[in-house]
Structure formats: C-alpha cells, structure tokens
C-alpha cells in the first residue's frame, strides 16, 4: 500500500512564500512522474505542477508560472513545491499524487490559506 503524506501548508501572508512537501512511502517515487494538483471548494480539482521522472522535464499552470517550483527528491522519496509570491487566490487544499496528469496515488491533501 503506498501512502503520500502531505506537509507545509497553513496560513501565509500576501506575498508570502510556503514549501509543501510529499513523503511517499515504499520506495517507489522514483518511478512515477510528481504532481501537485488543488482545489477549492465548488470547483474541479486542477493541476498545478508536475515533474517527470528523472526530473528534467516541469510543467506549470499559467496561474503559477514563476512564482511556483516543483522538485523531487528520489532516493529520499520526497516531492516538493516551493510556492513564492503567493496571493489570496492560490488559497486552496494542495494534494500531490504519484503519475502527474495521470494519477496513480493521492495524498490526503493539505490547507493553504493565503491571507492578510
């Protein structure tokens, strides 16, 4: 049974910067392409970076283009997204999967609230 575990999320200021990070257990990150992925409640889930397996190849929502960085960490099995310059809209419960755009694992998703 592989588990994602989310952690960093909580309450930030405008502006402000927060890096969540996906614990993955056994063994196998190293397989998968990394997503990170929020939602809002009322609305659909949507994707808001991935990696590929190896790591060379990212790919952001427009919305989080330069302000977001998506990495991996293979032999720790740890995913990250280093979130900078955050704004009220990018509040949203953050969930990382192990697939990218075609999911094989969840997380169980973790709170981010960006507010003044």
């Known amino acids: 049974q592989v588990q994602l575990v989310e952690s960093g999320g909580g309450l930030v200021e405008p502006g402000g910067s927060l890096r969540l990070s996906c614990a993955a257990s056994?063994?196998?990150?190293?397989?998968?392409?990394v997503g990170w992925y929020r939602q809002v409640p009322g609305k659909q889930r949507e994707l808001v970076a991935t990696i590929a397996t190896g790591g060379t190849i990212t790919k952001y929502a427009d919305s989080v283009k330069g302000r977001f960085t998506i990495s991996r960490d293979d032999p720790n099995n740890m995913g990250y997204l280093q979130m900078n310059s955050l704004k009220p809209e990018d509040t949203a419960v953050y969930y990382c999967?192990?697939?990218?755009?075609?999911?094989?694992?969840w997380g169980q998703g973790i709170q981010v609230t960006v507010s003044a």
């Open positions: 056994g063994g196998i990150l190293w397989l998968y392409p």
């Open positions: 999967n192990l697939g990218g755009e075609r999911p094989r694992y």
